[in-house]
């Protein structure tokens, strides 16, 4: 999205070299609008939105899965869903939920706010971030036309070999290269965001003065980083011996199967992290505001959040004791896995004390964040009762599982994740969300929730186990199977509630630029802000900057108002008026400095005009390369599914055709500036045939 | 471009065309690294993978011994070790602004490195040959998919080299890019660093 003015014919129009070269596909530029606009955007707002968009669909049909399993699950002997069926379904919600929703969420998150609260125009990269949005779409959409192919996965969200190894038909297949494919997508985004973080924070935006989210998802993207590869090796074992008959899990050649379980779980207990850090990172973020207090011990929130990843390292086979690791690595686990417990206790302990004598208003997103508060503590504790291997070894493979994990997704995950979505939505949409509405999804939310997974904890101890199609009457699970399947219906009202808030607030509003009167840099920006994000690239001074903007203490050390007009620092070091004055020459030149492209205006036709800043903000340009990259992805594990190597040969070629080509094409469109440049003239004249 | 405050406090010179970044190491740098950083695990995994298996087949089953040509593999090994040296030439020789010399380079290291996957695919078909294939035992598998993937990773290099080669013959490469010869140089000795390591497990300790 480069400039913000339409381009002048007449700048382009004069002296252009007669050849053109010959193109398959034009070049989009800055100005192409509507559905190419989207396909081909590389803004980081618009592929956060996209990623949110794609996600929350997913989550409407990972939850549809989990309705259809309820009421098989409502009655004992139910015949409502065969047992194959059951097996693809709960294979799909787990995989969906995990893979397809929190992942893309707090992802799509990251992208929109990361570059907006370190004060900076784009992410790193931006079109490899748009290639990370569409891998991820044909991804779940690969994986989600097994259904339609012969049966979807049906193996367990974790593919247990040997069974995962030797289900007949391709439904493993499509779960091991569908996960392959998002595993692109998210190392992709990782490096990107990483590189994001640590690269592109606005002067004076130290490490210590970053706020909590970013810090709490730079953690996730590391944890993303090194433990994808370790499942994608995992998946290419598994998919050999699915595919050529090699023996990595082939126990009759002596094989060990708990290879799997531990490169599996050496990916997945990081990945819990993953799933469950931005979610922390945002209930810090919107608790101080709500509170109207800084966040209670920044510093050890971001310690504890770094000590979280590293020890989410070492506690991986507490999903294995029941397998017979041994008493000195079980020993070893057991202790690591409570460990690990002390960093989070500190965190919640901080977000207990950040509330603590604050000024509390009860708005959605605050409701949320409580919320989030208070079941993950729950998850937390039933969690430390699973690092006690006498008691594992009974809850192993039972619903009290089910119950844990479920309490740290959704009531943790997803509680953070809709605090988050009821807090930014006015900066995403430029409107705010019916509070009334939004309360009343919290509160259908947090009933449905505990009706529906509170149960688990009983069942479980019970002893009712995980994954089975149906049971007998006369267990004593009647009762509980029935208020849990309730309860589902409850949680599918609430996100019926929220859907109708969405849709009923669809007719943009004035909200302002800070609506929460909150405490970070997104929020000194418009709503929703614009494709440069900042017209100057902000000074920070401090953390909670806009806080210290807005506030000051008085002698007593209570928070006082600054006045309206006091001068704001920027990036020349001069203070400027709010508004910036005509004819200023200063600012402005030195506004596009630390943005994405370069900044410099040798054709001298800016007048002065305060609106002229935004002429000298080059964006990078949008491209097709990352939508037509990512197609060629399904078509080379369709071709390996169905052993149709000449397809699989074709998606290659055309995967490595669209990296070339990519490559070979400048980030900055030329025909997207306005600058005469002489070695890029022929290329100007591509922008005239427009 | 010049003396932009990159952090607080501090002025950094940087070059027209970069913009100024927090670390002063440009953007692509940093994600080099990082998907090195990751490269490490997937190696690691792999490795690790063989380790677990060695030695596990029934006795009697092909096994290293039956079939590794050490002097042969020593050969092939300390050509891709070569490769590295060339690749810091041709580095070296984009930084000076000779570009002659780094396109004499950069074709080398391809060479090289084409030369080293040559002998790896002839050293697949004795093998196979002898009777080992993906699927015979544990041994092979795991050999096959732990050097296969290397391979793959050579291929990869080699092909970006020969990119960079042609894009300097058609006058593309600039000494203001030098940094992505210096990128693909950081792939290209991680790729040999990695084989140093497959090379001692696989190879030498019996």
Redesign the interface.
């Known amino acids: 999205m480069a400039i913000v003015t339409p381009p002048r014919p007449e700048a382009l129009a004069p002296e252009q070299p007669l050849h053109t070269p010959i193109r398959f596909l034009r070049r989009p530029t800055g100005y192409t609008k509507g559905v190419w606009g989207w396909m081909t955007t590389v803004d980081h707002k618009k592929i956060g939105i996209m990623y949110s968009a794609t996600a929350f669909l997913f989550f409407l049909l990972g939850g549809l899965e989990a309705l259809l399993l309820r009421v098989q699950l409502g009655a004992p002997d139910q015949t409502f869903l065969r047992a194959d069926t059951y097996n693809q379904l709960f294979t799909m919600h787990g995989t969906t939920m995990i893979f397809l929703v929190i992942m893309p969420l707090s992802a799509g998150l990251a992208n929109y706010l990361l570059p907006l609260m370190i004060g900076a125009r784009d992410v790193?990269?931006p079109r490899l971030n748009a290639l990370g949005f569409w891998v991820f779409l044909v991804g779940g959409l690969f994986m989600y036309s097994s259904f339609f192919l012969g049966g979807a996965p049906n193996g367990g969200w974790f593919g247990y070999v040997p069974l995962s190894r030797s289900i007949p038909g391709h439904n493993m297949d499509y779960w091991a290269f569908g996960l392959q494919i998002l595993g692109i997508a998210s190392?992709t985004g990782?490096?990107?965001l990483?590189?994001t973080v640590?690269?592109?924070?606005a002067?004076?935006?130290?490490l210590m003065r970053m706020p909590i989210f970013v810090w709490m998802s730079l953690v996730a993207q590391f944890l993303l980083?090194?433990?994808?590869?370790?499942i994608?090796?995992?998946l290419?074992?598994l998919s050999?011996d699915r595919l050529?008959?090699?023996?990595?899990f082939n126990v009759s050649?002596?094989?060990?199967p708990l290879?799997w379980q531990h490169?599996f779980w050496?990916f997945g207990h990081p990945e819990v992290y993953i799933l469950i850090l931005p979610a922390m990172g945002i209930v810090s973020e919107v608790l101080p505001v709500f509170s109207r207090k800084p966040l209670f011990g920044y510093q050890v929130m971001v310690f504890s959040g770094i000590a979280i990843g590293f020890m989410g390292w070492g506690v991986w086979a507490h999903h294995m004791f029941a397998s017979g690791l041994g008493p000195v690595a079980t020993s070893a686990f057991s202790a690591s896995t409570m460990f690990i417990a002390v960093p989070t206790g500190v965190k919640i302990f901080n977000w207990i004390s950040t509330m603590w004598k604050g000024k509390l208003t009860f708005t959605t997103p605050m409701m949320f964040a409580i919320g989030f508060v208070a079941m993950f503590t729950i998850g937390g504790l039933s969690g430390v009762t699973h690092g006690v291997v006498p008691a594992d070894t009974q809850q192993t493979d039972t619903y009290y599982i089910v119950a844990h994990f479920h309490y740290v997704l959704f009531g943790g995950s997803m509680f953070g994740l809709f605090a988050g979505v009821y807090y930014w939505f006015p900066k995403f949409a430029g409107r705010l969300l019916d509070e009334k509405l939004g309360k009343l999804h919290f509160w259908l939310m947090f009933l449905g929730f505990n009706l529906t997974f509170g149960p688990f904890h009983i069942l479980g101890l019970q002893g009712m186990p995980r994954r089975i199609y149906t049971y007998p009457e006369g267990r004593g699970w009647d009762v509980w199977n029935l208020v849990s399947t309730i309860g589902s219906f409850v949680i599918a009202a609430s996100i019926l509630v929220f859907m109708f808030n969405v849709w009923k607030n669809r007719k943009p509003q004035e909200v302002g630029d800070d609506p929460w009167d909150a405490r970070t840099l997104e929020w000194t920006i418009p709503s929703p802000p614009p494709e440069y994000n900042f017209k100057e690239i902000p000074?920070?001074t401090s953390r909670d900057e806009l806080w210290h903007r807005k506030y000051t203490e008085d002698e007593h050390g209570r928070s006082v108002r600054r006045e309206v007009t006091e001068a704001q620092p920027t990036?020349a070091?001069t203070a400027v008026e709010p508004a910036p004055p005509e004819g200023h020459e200063g600012p402005d030149h030195?506004a596009g400095?630390?943005?994405?492209?370069?900044?410099h205006d040798g054709d001298g036709e800016h007048d002065g005009q305060a609106e002229e800043h935004e002429e000298h903000i080059h964006m990078p340009s949008p491209s097709y390369w990352p939508l037509v990259t990512s197609i060629g992805l399904p078509i080379i594990c369709y071709g390996m599914i169905y052993k149709a190597w000449l397809v699989a040969i074709l998606g290659g070629v055309w995967t490595l055709g669209s990296i070339?080509a990519w490559?070979l094409e400048p980030a900055t469109a030329p025909e997207d500036t306005p600058d005469h440049d002489p070695e890029r003239g022929h290329d100007e004249a591509e922008a005239v045939h427009a | 471009?010049s003396s932009?405050?990159?952090?607080?406090g501090s002025h950094v010179e940087i070059d027209p065309?970069h913009?100024?970044?927090?670390?002063g190491?440009s953007?692509e740098k940093?994600?080099m690294w990082?998907?090195l950083?990751?490269?490490c695990?997937?190696f690691g995994?792999?490795i690790s993978?063989y380790l677990?298996?060695k030695g596990?087949?029934?006795p009697g089953q092909i096994s290293p011994v039956d079939v590794f040509d050490i002097p042969y593999t020593s050969v092939s090994s300390f050509v891709l070790l070569m490769s590295s040296l060339t690749m810091v030439l041709a580095l070296a020789g984009i930084q000076r602004g000779d570009h002659r010399r780094t396109r004499i380079w950069l074709l080398t290291t391809a060479l090289l490195g084409a030369s080293f996957v040559a002998g790896q695919a002839y050293e697949f078909t004795v093998f196979v040959r002898e009777g080992m294939n993906?699927?015979v035992?544990?041994f092979?598998?795991?050999f096959f998919?732990l050097t296969g993937?290397h391979g793959a990773h050579v291929t990869i290099g080699v092909l970006m080299l020969l990119?960079l080669f042609s894009l300097s013959l058609k006058g593309k490469l600039p000494t203001s890019k030098a940094e992505t010869v210096e990128l693909v140089g950081l792939y290209w000795h991680f790729v040999d660093i990695v084989w140093i390591v497959i090379f001692t497990l696989v190879y030498l300790i019996p």
């Open positions: 790193a990269f190392l990782a490096v990107n990483i590189v640590i690269n592109m924070r002067p004076g935006m130290s980083l090194f433990a994808i590869p370790i994608t090796v995992a290419f074992l050999f050529f008959s090699t023996n990595f050649a002596g094989a060990d290879l490169l050496l000074l920070v990036l070091g030195v400095k630390a943005g994405t492209g370069d900044e070339y490559a | 471009m932009v405050t990159a952090t607080s065309g913009p100024p970044t927090s670390t190491l953007n940093v994600a990082s998907f950083g990751s490269e695990l997937l995994a792999l993978t677990l298996f596990q087949d029934e993906l699927r035992n544990l092979s598998s795991s998919v993937f990119s």
